[in-house]
């Protein structure tokens, strides 16, 4: 069986590993610039908390850049998407390249994903059909990621890689790497045949990855989702870890205000969710978690995009549609957005002049400036 995992950061470099150590597929990673080169030179390294070290030689044929998955024309049984949401688009030339008539692809990535208020997926509801700027802002992915390919798919995954990007440490305990797949084009009482197909590329693994089946993955997903929005987002925001957030008075109240408007526009939609977590469930799983970096935070502080628009952007877009008020998601949502164009004005400044922000003085990197239009 032939596995791609396109996008080989923190989730995309453990669930790689992951894969690789089963042995149960030839697994084709698809990474760009200098993390696709650390890859050709060091192989992949993983480092468990547990203090194991995997190293895995990839073959070079099977570490592919963008531009070669596109040309490549190879399809893959089943296709991992773990690279960030904001991203997804850019992703789709070499994505289509890689899938074929039977091919699965299982987005593995926060926030909603495009297919939520497909017409399988949500049945005769108020809501069906329903298309998101922020989820699918140029209608590509409805349009050429056919819906029937879908496994909905929530990873919990805590990966963060290193600074040279040699090596790719685990946040925490092994035994927590968890996907909970589902099929909303299949929907049913038990796990499918994909269900089942992808669940059986990680038996063995020596990192383990524990597969469940949940025939309400849209449910899930959203669980997921006050997740994200909430300390997620905050990490990002303060600078610090989870532990932190949620230890803070003002962090865990900030917590609770984002979790309450984002279950009340679940529960506004239609046909209805599910939820199974509220604040205080989500404040007993980070409580005490100091040094756990949501992905939110790692990217804030190496200056890369946030993934955003899909998470915080995805239920105050959804809030206009259903008539919730979200005062707080949307002041979080105006933060991240200033974050990241003073990130992106950064590597501007450092680009022009050749330079890497570690490169710049201190007096440099910390300045306030103006680009002129």
Known sequence: MRVAVVGVGGVGGILAAALESAGQAS?????????????????????????????????????????????????HD???????????TSALDSLARLVGPSTLVVPCMNGL????????????GKHTGLRLW????????????SFPKVLGCVGSIAGQVHKNQASWHCQWPSEKNRLVLGDPAHPGNGPSDRVKTVAGLFQDAEIPVTV?????????????????????????????????????????????????EA?????????????????????????????????????????????????VGALVELA?????????????LHL?????????????????YDLSSADLPDRIRNMNYEIAP
Not at 78 to 88: D, G, I, N, P, S
Request: some cysteine.
């Open 27 to 75: 697994v084709t990673l698809v990474s760009q610039g200098s993390g696709l080169a650390a890859l050709r030179r060091h192989g992949l390294t993983v480092r468990t908390l547990e203090g194991r070290l995997h190293h895995f030689a990839i073959p070079q044929e099977r570490l592919l850049s963008v531009d070669e998955a596109a040309a490549s024309g190879e399809a």
């Open 78 to 88: 089943v296709v991992f998407v773990t690279t960030k949401a904001q991203k997804m």
């Open 113 to 124: 994903p495009w297919w939520f208020f497909h017409a399988a997926a949500a049945p005769g």
């Open 134 to 145: 922020s989820t699918d802002p140029t209608g590509r992915l409805s349009r050429e990621i």
């Open 212 to 260: 469940t089946h949940d025939a309400d993955i849209r449910s899930k997903i959203f669980d997921h989702l006050l997740i994200h929005s909430s300390i997620n987002a905050i990490a990002a925001l303060s600078r610090g870890d989870c532990g932190q957030v949620v230890d803070d008075h003002s962090g865990e109240e900030l917590l609770r205000d984002v979790v309450e």
């Open 263 to 311: 279950t009340a526009v679940a529960n506004a939609l239609d046909p209805p969710l599910r939820l199974s977590l509220n604040a205080d469930d989500i404040i007993d799983m980070y409580r005490g978690q100091y040094g756990l970096r949501p992905s939110m935070l790692q990217d804030a502080d190496s200056g890369r995009s946030i993934e955003k628009d899909s998470v």
């Open 320 to 332: 206009s549609q259903v008539g919730v008020e979200t005062p707080s998601l949307k002041v979080i």
């Open 336 to 352: 991240l957005d200033v974050m990241d164009s003073a990130a992106s004005q950064r590597a501007g400044f450092g680009a022009f």
